[in-house]
């Protein structure tokens, strides 16, 4: 008999329906009365959310008491438990524990979170494409480059060493805040923020938006206007192709496409500035929103998959990929390495101990019986060499 009809055997058995019926009832009862509970204790309301689970994320509450009730507790108790009479060694294991698990949930729990702020922040500013909800407080005003820009910062620094202080503080502490500070959008919020438009008062909107949160709206015009060149040369193309096959029919239609893109061109020439002042043209009704220039623009932005949404999810995808490869490696093969000189260092020091070469034989049995938990003898073994 296949799994299939298992299943409708014992979905369709009275005993199912009779347990299935009973459980409908018991939530039919229970739950109003948790909603009536939590209505009248705010608060459990709040707390229950907080540890709520959402698809693969977790919160990070839950996040952290699962990591330090399944992770750090039971390797303390464990410590603990396996040399009730060694102190000494119970105090060894605990150091390792500290050094080694605790690096790792906090690793876990806040260093990615701040890598993907501290990469995306910095990409914010070199591509201009703002990938974080908000951006870093300022650290210097100055905005000039070469020997003048390093003497106006350095003369910043001297004049308001609290101030810098503060800010750097600060922004450490937006970095490595779990859940707010400087946070990395998701895929979803960059395709909310940068498509979906059906008006130039939202492209004029989202351009502000952009110079807000540390982003360069000039390069974010470039990139739309490159992309919007781009696809229209490629039309042209193609209906050069088509006309070609066609003995030349539909020439009236490219030199409108042709115009079209002279028209872009232009608006290219007037950079950012000459941009804004078309979209409050437009705005204003000096321009017709059937302008091709409008129109071009809006269909631009109504696609979901755009260019600037392809180009911030790409740069998203590869923040993040640096991120979790730098977190993976240090805890892959940093850390164990760290944690190996640790132990060398011990031995060592333990070693050191052996003063006559004739008491090395009993005096190494003791310190392998005595000193070296049994996971650690092959690399003990492997330090003698």
Same mark, same amino acid.
């Given at each position: ?37 939590? *209505? ?11 540890? *709520? ?87 210097? *005003? ?37 859940? =707010? ?34 982003? =360069? ?17 490629? *039309? ?109 260092? =011990? ?37 003698? =060499?």
């Amino acid at each position: 008999m296949g799994i299939e009809k298992i299943g409708e055997k014992i979905a369709s058995s009275g005993v199912y329906q009779a347990a299935g019926k009973k459980f409908n009832q018991f939530c039919d009862t229970v739950g109003p009365k948790i909603n009536n509970a939590l *209505e009248r204790h705010p608060k459990a309301d709040k707390f229950l959310k907080m540890i *709520e689970p959402t698809g693969a994320n977790n919160a990070f509450l839950g996040m952290s008491s699962l990591m330090v009730g399944t992770v750090i507790v039971p390797r303390v108790l464990t410590a603990k438990k396996r040399n009730p009479d060694n102190k000494e060694a119970t105090k060894d294991e605990i150091k390792e524990i500290l050094f080694r698990d605790v690096q790792t949930v906090l690793i876990i729990l806040f260093f990615l979170k701040a890598m993907n702020s501290g990469i995306a922040a910095i990409t914010t500013k070199k591509k201009g494409l703002p990938l974080t909800n908000k951006p870093f407080d300022k650290l210097f *005003e100055s905005q000039t480059t070469g020997f003048k820009g390093i003497k106006d910062k350095a003369g910043e620094l001297v004049s308001h060493p609290i101030k810098k202080a503060k800010t750097v503080g600060k922004n450490l502490l937006n970095m490595l805040h779990p859940t =707010k500070g400087v946070i990395a959008l998701t895929n979803e919020e960059c395709t909310s923020k940068y498509s979906n438009f059906n008006s130039m008062e939202e492209i004029g909107k989202m351009l502000d938006e952009i110079d807000c949160n540390g982003g =360069k709206s000039d390069k974010v015009f470039d990139s739309i206007i490159n992309s919007l060149i781009k696809q229209q040369n490629i *039309e042209i193309e193609n209906a050069n192709k088509a006309s070609l096959a066609a003995n030349g029919l539909g020439k009236d239609a490219i030199k409108e496409m042709q115009k079209g893109l002279e028209q872009l061109e232009e608006l290219k020439q007037g950079k950012i500035e000459g941009f804004k002042q078309f979209i409050a043209a437009v705005n204003n009704g000096e321009i017709s929103k059937d302008d091709f220039r409008v129109k071009v623009l809006l269909n631009f932005f109504k696609d979901g998959e755009n260019a600037l949404v392809e180009e911030a999810l790409d740069l998203n995808a590869t923040l993040r990929s640096i991120a979790l490869f730098i977190e993976m490696t240090y805890l892959g093969f940093g850390l164990p390495a760290l944690n190996e000189k640790r132990l060398e260092k =011990k031995y060592l020091k333990d070693g050191a101990k052996l003063q006559q070469p004739e008491q090395k034989s009993d005096n190494y049995s003791k310190l392998i019986n005595n000193n070296i938990k049994a996971q650690e003898i092959k690399l003990y073994h492997n330090f003698l =060499k």
